[in-house]
């Protein structure tokens, strides 16, 4: 057994109750602090876990820090991407690897508390399935951190339906058959709590501590705003329409259309009736625009329809998940306990 790995200690196939992600790019100086004060999380937590380091194209020596931190301790798994893919596509490496139950995800920076972690884990005990942090507290720079948050974070609470107020917050923990049908791309790491809403996932926001950085500097800025922006249209698309692209393109093709025609209709009429010239009349491009944008929307929603169909049925990609299944078969190997509260609930004996 490797030194100072006892908290991690587990049967050999059997997996960590808990596995906790930490995507991390240029952040060498936080690595080992950030290690101590998760295992001391852990260990108060009294689960076993596993360490998920994702080195995202690293240009320091932060895959050096983790490759002794690795050798040091059992419970750290390192990966290591080829260049720097972003921290969604870090993410989704870390969801791949992991094993545990529960997957925790948090930053590398040392902002967030792993002491929090306890509270999140908490929440799932209670039934959720995402327990997501609200950093109450932040300690970031108003102007060009918290105002575009604060706009965003209502932007995508607004459009998405899932009310939220910090989707910025790294630090969230759910469960490992959510994440494990996450697919992940773009910025849409921040989206999480929405696309697993969409699969049916309870959600809590739990008030959690934040910390200034103490060590190197930040990775985010403004630019990354337009990214955020299209992709929450991405984000508001697959929630809602990836299974019906129809109803959307079709929908707004139906209104394109009759706008349109209503127009060269009234612009008919006047013409017939009346003799009015149409030359001078603008409006009636407007009217023949809107008609072949309605037809070539509705063209595009039926073309989705075939596309989706097609990828579902040859991908064999589940339109649902199952929660739970009732049936005779699940009873007959029911324990005692559950066969009573059965009994009890449907009157039979």
Known sequence: MKPNSLENTRGADSPPEVSVVVPLYNEAENVLPLYEALRTAMVELGRTWEAIFIDDGSTDSTYRVLEQLHLREEGVRVVRLRRNFGQTAAMAAGFSEAQGEIIVTMDGDLQNDPADIT???AKLEQGYDLASGWRINRKDPYLNRRLPSKIANWLISFITGVHLHDYGCTLKALRRDYAKELKLYGEMHRFIPALVANLGAGIVEVPVH???????HSKYGLTRTIRVVLDLMTVKFLSGYSTRPGHLFGLLGILALLVGSSITFYLG????AFQ?????RP?????????????QSISMGLLGEMLSRTYHESQRKPVYMVKEVLSKEKLDTASPVERRAFYSVSGQK
């Open 119 to 121: 509270l999140l884990i």
């Open 210 to 216: 934040h910390h200034p950085r103490r060590n190197g």
């Open 269 to 272: 009429f006047q013409r017939i």
């Open 276 to 280: 009015t010239s149409l030359a001078d």
């Open 283 to 295: 409006i009636l491009l407007l009217g023949m625009l809107l008609i072949i944008t309605g037809v």
